[in-house]
C-alpha cells in the first residue's frame, strides 16, 4: 500500500492556527483551506530534521511510524520546495546512531586502506632503491634513497609510478637515475633559466651526466 504523507508548510507570511489561535506559526498544516497548527493537526510531537543528508534522512523516515514532508514555496520560481522532514524524535535518535556508526566503519575502513596503499607504496620505493644500488654500486645510499622516492611519489607519473617502473625494468630505473643526476649535478636547470632550449640544454649537460653515471657503476 502506497503511503500518502502529511505537507507541512513553511508560510511566507506568519499565521494563526484557525482553532486555537496560537501564532505566529513556523510551519503549519492547511486543512480545507484553514491554517492549522501542529498541535491541531496531531504532528506537534514530531521534530524537524532538514534535508541534506540522505541516508540520515531516509533512516529516519523509515524508522518513524508518522512523518510529514515539509515545503516552501519559492516565488522566483514559482513551485513549492522540500525544505526536510518532521519524524519522531526516537526515530531520528535511531537514524543518528547508525548513521555515526557507518560513519565509524567507513572512516576504519579508509583508514585500514591508507594502511595497505602506504604499504605498496614503501615496498614500491625499497624495490626501486635496491635496484639502483644495484645497477650502480657507487651510488651514495642518500642519493639512492632520495631519487626512489622521487621517482615512485604517489600520483606524480614518474618512472616509479610506471609499469616498467614497478617491473624494475633496466632502462626505466636508469632513466630514473639520469634524471636526478641532470637537474642535481650539473648545470641544465641554470641553463634553462637563462633561455637555453631543453634539448639543446640537454645535450651539453649530456657528458656530465654520463660522466656521474659511470663512476656510480664501476666505483
Known amino acids: 500500500m502506497d503511503l500518502v504523507a502529511p505537507v507541512v508548510v513553511e508560510p511566507l507570511k506568519r499565521r494563526r492556527c484557525s482553532e486555537c489561535r496560537q501564532g505566529p506559526l513556523e510551519r503549519v498544516v492547511v486543512e480545507f483551506n484553514a491554517i492549522v497548527c501542529l498541535d491541531c493537526a496531531d504532528l506537534g510531537h514530531l521534530v524537524f530534521l532538514r534535508r541534506g543528508d540522505t541516508a540520515l534522512t531516509r533512516r529516519a523516515r523509515e524508522g518513524s511510524a508518522l512523518w510529514a514532508v515539509v515545503v516552501r514555496h519559492n516565488r522566483r520560481r514559482t513551485r513549492y520546495e522540500r ?111 637563462t633561455g637555453v632550449p631543453r634539448h639543446q640544454a640537454r645535450t651539453r649537460v649530456a657528458p656530465a651526466i654520463e660522466a656521474v653515471l659511470r663512476a656510480w657503476r664501476t666505483g
Not at 122 to 144: G, H, N, Y
Request: proline share 3%; charged share 30%.
Open 83 to 193: 525544505q526536510g522532514l518532521l519524524v519522531e524524535e526516537p526515530a531520528l535518535r535511531r537514524a543518528e546512531a547508525a548513521c555515526l556508526a557507518d560513519g565509524e566503519a567507513r572512516a576504519r575502513r579508509r583508514a585500514r586502506e591508507a594502511e595497505r596503499r602506504a604499504g605498496r607504496d614503501a615496498a614500491i620505493t625499497a624495490a626501486l632503491e635496491a635496484e639502483i644500488l644495484r645497477l650502480f654500486p657507487s651510488c651514495p645510499a642518500d642519493r639512492a634513497s632520495e631519487i626512489a622516492g622521487h621517482a615512485a611519489a604517489k600520483g606524480s607519473g614518474r618512472v616509479g609510478r610506471t609499469a616498467a617502473g614497478r617491473s624494475l625494468d633496466r632502462g626505466a630505473v636508469t632513466a630514473a637515475v639520469r634524471a636526478a643526476v641532470r637537474h642535481i649535478d650539473t648545470d641544465y636547470d641554470s641553463l634553462l633559466m
